[in-house]
T-cell receptor, first 113, second 114 residues
């Protein structure tokens, strides 16, 4: 079993839809959780960074962490064609700066105009 | 890309050759991590450098080695290249003390081994 599992894709939604992206993990030592967005042929770009359980909102994006279920989610409201990219969840046991990040496989999202 | 530069952008090598990839963090980022991202996969951690020392290492063979310079820039060296080494190699930078506590990625170097 991989340490981090991410819902398989690809995912295609119409513009304006609410998108839910999910990851599960098996290592209970993970304390820091991140979502990265990666456009084709580019490096990953940090979207959200959270510590422990709870919700964090930033504009149209909401990150949710449920440590009891070992489950994290990213919600995108009012999705736009510019949101079309691959979304990667990542996590680490220590602060993300000093620890290796363990990534999910990524899910490719396409938002249709 | 958080001001991180990587060079070269693309590279083609043949099996058995050696390659050196470079990463330059922007000012204030003293920690450099390297990741390998195969096509259709998430990045896999290779190693992390801080104060010119390898601080952590992932599950990669000794063919993968690195170096960090006093100005915090870093190199990734891969010897005896295999076809399976074809991937996007990502450099990620962070600050060990202070600042946002996570890693910021460069644009990557795309390596093709023939």
């Amino acid at each position: 079993q991989k340490e981090v599992e991410q819902d398989p894709g690809p995912l295609s939604v119409p513009e304006g839809a609410i998108v839910s992206l999910n990851c599960t993990y098996s290592n209970s030592a993970f304390q820091y959780f991140m979502w990265y967005r990666q456009y084709s042929r580019k490096g990953p770009e940090l979207l959200m960074y959270t510590y422990s359980s709870g919700n964090k909102e930033d504009g149209r994006f909401t990150a949710q962490v449920d440590k009891s279920s070992k489950y994290i989610s990213l919600f995108i409201r009012d999705s736009q064609p510019s949101d079309s990219a691959t979304y990667l969840c990542a996590m680490s046991p220590l602060t993300g700066a000093n620890s290796k990040l363990t990534f999910g496989k990524g899910i490719t999202l396409s938002v249709r105009p | 890309d958080a001001g991180v530069t990587q060079s070269p952008t693309h590279l083609i090598k043949t099996r058995g050759q050696q390659v050196t990839l470079r990463c330059s963090p922007k000012s204030g980022h003293d920690t450099v991590s390297w990741y390998q991202q195969a096509l259709g996969q998430g990045p896999q951690f290779i190693f992390q450098y801080y104060e010119e020392e390898e601080r952590q290492r992932g599950n990669f063979p000794d063919r993968f080695s690195g170096h960090q310079f006093p100005n915090y820039s870093s190199e990734l060296n891969v010897n005896a290249l295999l076809l399976g080494d074809s991937a996007l190699y990502l450099c990620a930078v962070s600050r060990s003390r202070g600042g946002r506590e996570t890693q910021y990625f460069g644009p990557g170097t795309r390596l093709l081994v023939l």
